[in-house]
């Protein structure tokens, strides 16, 4: 039996040329996940519990792990308070 390498880029790809709904929901769900992965990276990368960002943000636990895990209508203001956190610059393009 020949082994063969799945690809997910090229998976991807081929299903948003065949179905455009999954297109659409495709890339509006990739950019809240990366939104999510992105402050789950910063947080690790400094050491540091979702409690703890939660307390730096004033807020609950949960509120980090919604944010992490599904990353859904984050207000600009709430990015901007965990960018300072991690002493970075929010940036926004419309492309």
């Not at 690790?44 to 807020?59: F, I, P, R, S, V």
Request: glycine residues 4%.
């Amino acid at each position: 039996m020949e082994n063969k390498t799945f690809d997910l880029d090229d998976y991807i790809f081929a299903r948003k040329e065949k179905d455009s709904d999954f297109a659409k929901d495709f890339d509006t769900g990739y950019e809240d996940f990366k939104i999510g992965m992105m402050i789950k990276e910063m947080r690790l990368e400094n050491g540091m519990t979702q409690e703890q960002l939660a307390e730096k943000l004033d807020t609950k636990k949960s509120v980090i792990s919604r944010m992490e895990n599904h990353s859904e209508d984050i207000k600009l203001s709430t990015l901007q308070k965990i960018a300072s956190v991690f002493g970075k610059q929010l940036r926004i393009a419309m492309l």
